[in-house]
């Protein structure tokens, strides 16, 4: 069954668990107070309306701002009270004494809220938006604040009928505790009694006396000790004065549950004002959670203009960032123009299935209005859909081979795609023949490109190289290896396929040279060819990169001395 609005939300649970958004939910609701706030960041799905995008992005814009200028708002712990505050409707309905506390504790928390806002953020969106929702009556707060003491309690003078039931409870409790000491007296100096104290039984003060004597003490056994050496007995002398305090504690108990009656009837007379309320409260918790864990990973929100790229300047994983803190993750740079099928290769273990998810993952956390871990100047497109194919998912159950598990993903993949989709797969045409998988791959990307669908992916498949150095629509791109090191960089390069470098993999985990030239003996020539032209082109590319870094850098130099230059003439000029 689809829920209201499900149809314009990325919802597939695969593909959030997958690209792991929900972990990313995780982190930011550590950052809530309140369970209502917790539970809206737990419910939150990326989007495909622009609009109500770009309004919760404005939201956490905001007050980000707030924090670095101020302290965090005055929100304090609340449960969810919802279902206290419904219950408030009912014509007699007695709300208990822990959730009243809690509804007043609202009331408090909603009217600082609205003064830190009101003080600080007025004129802004988040202000617009929540400021006028906020319940603010502080003679609501005095009436039920009024009968409660600072532990919680009901207080004596709650009302006149309560304090004068307790006055005469306690009256008569003194009268009972003297009365009760007289007798114990008595009964210890005969040494009838096992201990020179009293008891409560069934609310009621009783004496311990020693089995054998308890017939030497008129009054009402009520229990014996678990030996049967202790009796405890209720003096008849002081039958009459429990019975009236018992009586009295009855009627305590009722002019309480009046009272409390009479104060949910009052927060029934403004629940429509406090449901209004705690969902308001909830909502802007949840909002400076977004802002702050937005600080945590220096984190901005990308533009939207479909008339531009879509372009990811020095994005990075937010969870690659926690893990393994900003200054030593790699950042991803990625621009897709009328290209939209990238084809991206390149050694194992050289960061291109993460490449992948960086960006479906960004994707889904810009599109729920979260703050992701890019350049401003980023700009991302509208998808109504992310599809994918990542990882291994052979399935015994359903007798799939791996390459049976791949293309029954692709082929359910091709049903739902759009010309909004994003789609990313992993080794595409892996697990069969590779040069029918490779046929297969090339199929489904031509059908992709033509569906004017985006799509990124990885695959070791050389044929798919120069298919995408042919075809319109296509463009390789590949990640960095370090071949004088025999490491990865994890730097992905857009406009030119990578090697796999399996030879300089195997030579780096230890496999001995003579296995590695046999090998290469074997290599398919023409393969051989490929590979050591992707090497020698990568190698050039590397270097021109390099040249073009140091005459970026000359040009700045020159610039600054030009600057100088021109600002020592014009001196000279006016000394003159």
């Known amino acids: 069954m689809t829920r209201p609005g499900e149809k314009d939300l990325i919802n597939d649970d695969k593909v959030l668990l997958e690209l792991e958004f929900k972990k990313i939910l995780d982190e930011i609701g550590k950052y809530c107070i309140t369970d209502l706030g917790r539970s809206l960041i737990d419910e939150l799905r990326p989007k495909c309306d622009e609009t109500l995008i770009t309004r919760e992005s404005v939201f956490v814009n905001e007050a980000k701002e707030l924090l670095n200028e101020q302290d965090a708002p005055p929100i304090d712990y609340l449960p969810d009270l919802r279902q206290s505050i419904f219950r408030s409707r009912v014509e007699g309905a007695l709300i208990q004494i822990d959730s009243i506390r809690e509804i007043l504790k609202l009331a408090q928390v909603s009217r600082k809220v609205y003064t830190y806002i009101k003080s600080y953020a007025e004129g802004t969106s988040l202000s617009d938006a929540h400021l006028n929702t906020l319940f603010i009556d502080k003679v609501f707060e005095h009436s039920i604040g009024r009968i409660f003491t600072d532990s919680g309690d009901i207080k004596d003078n709650a009302s006149d009928k309560l304090y004068e039931i307790r006055r005469e409870i306690q009256g008569k409790s003194d009268k009972l505790r003297k009365a009760v000491n007289r007798i114990l007296k008595r009964l210890s100096d005969s040494m009838l009694v096992q201990e020179e104290y009293v008891t409560l039984r069934d609310g009621r003060i009783v004496i311990p006396v020693k089995a054998e004597h308890k017939r030497h003490v008129r009054g009402f056994i009520h229990s014996e000790s678990s030996t049967g050496q202790t009796v405890y007995i209720e003096p008849e002398e002081t039958l009459e004065l429990n019975n009236e305090i018992l009586s009295l504690s009855f009627a305590e108990k009722r002019e309480i549950e009046r009272i409390l009656k009479q104060v949910s009837a009052k927060i029934?007379?403004?629940?429509?004002?406090?449901?209004?309320?705690?969902?308001?409260?909830?909502?802007?918790?949840?909002?400076?959670?977004?802002?702050?864990?937005?600080?945590e990973i220096i984190g901005s929100f990308p533009g939207f203009d479909s008339d531009k790229p879509f372009q990811i300047i020095d994005g990075r994983h937010p969870l690659l960032i926690k893990k393994l803190k900003r200054e030593n993750t790699v950042p991803l740079n990625i621009k897709l123009d009328?290209?939209?099928?990238?084809?991206?290769t390149g050694p194992n273990a050289g960061g291109k299935t993460v490449v992948l998810k960086s960006i479906g993952l960004m994707v889904l956390m810009a599109q729920s209005g979260l703050h992701i871990p890019v350049e401003p100047d980023s700009n991302f497109r509208i998808f109504d859909n992310v599809l994918?194919?990542?990882?291994?998912?052979?399935?015994?159950?359903?007798?799939?081979?791996?390459?049976?598990?791949?293309?029954?993903?692709?082929?359910?993949?091709?049903?739902?795609?759009?010309?909004?989709?994003?789609?990313?797969?992993?080794?595409?045409?892996?697990?069969?023949?590779?040069?029918?998988?490779?046929?297969?791959?090339?199929?489904?990307?031509?059908?992709?490109?033509?569906?004017?669908?985006?799509?990124?992916?990885?695959?070791?498949?050389?044929?798919?190289?120069?298919?995408?150095?042919?075809?319109?629509?296509?463009?390789?791109?590949?990640?960095?290896?370090?071949?004088?090191?025999?490491?990865?960089?994890?730097?992905?390069?857009?406009?030119?396929?990578?090697?796999?470098?399996?030879?300089?993999?195997?030579?780096?985990?230890?496999?001995?040279?003579?296995?590695?030239?046999?090998?290469?003996?074997?290599?398919?020539?023409?393969?051989?060819?490929?590979?050591?032209?992707?090497?020698?082109?990568?190698?050039?590319?590397?270097?021109?990169?390099?040249?073009?870094?140091?005459?970026?850098?000359?040009?700045?130099?020159?610039?600054?001395?030009?600057?100088?230059?021109?600002?020592?003439?014009?001196?000279?000029?006016?000394?003159?």
């Open 268 to 295: 029934g007379s403004v629940s429509e004002e406090l449901l209004l309320s705690i969902t308001t409260i909830a909502k802007l918790d949840s909002i400076f959670a977004k802002a702050k864990y937005s600080t």
């Open 338 to 344: 009328d290209q939209n099928v990238i084809i991206i």
């Open 388 to 576: 994918m194919d990542i990882g291994d998912r052979q399935s015994i159950e359903d007798d799939l081979s791996t390459f049976s598990s791949h293309l029954t993903n692709i082929k359910e993949l091709l049903e739902k795609v759009t010309p909004r989709s994003l789609v990313l797969i992993d080794e595409i045409g892996t697990g069969t023949d590779p040069s029918e998988g490779a046929a297969l791959a090339t199929s489904v990307l031509i059908k992709l490109r033509d569906l004017n669908a985006t799509a990124l992916t990885t695959t070791h498949h050389g044929n798919l190289k120069l298919i995408a150095n042919e075809l319109d629509g296509f463009q390789n791109a590949s990640m960095l290896f370090n071949a004088s090191e025999l490491r990865p960089t994890y730097i992905f390069s857009q406009g030119m396929p990578g090697s796999s470098y399996a030879f300089e993999v195997a030579k780096r985990i230890g496999l001995s040279e003579s296995i590695i030239e046999l090998a290469k003996e074997h290599l398919d020539t023409n393969k051989n060819k490929v590979e050591e032209f992707l090497l020698e082109l990568e190698k050039k590319s590397n270097d021109l990169k390099d040249k073009l870094s140091y005459f970026e850098r000359e040009n700045t130099r020159l610039k600054g001395l030009m600057n100088l230059y021109s600002e020592k003439v014009e001196k000279l000029e006016k000394e003159k």
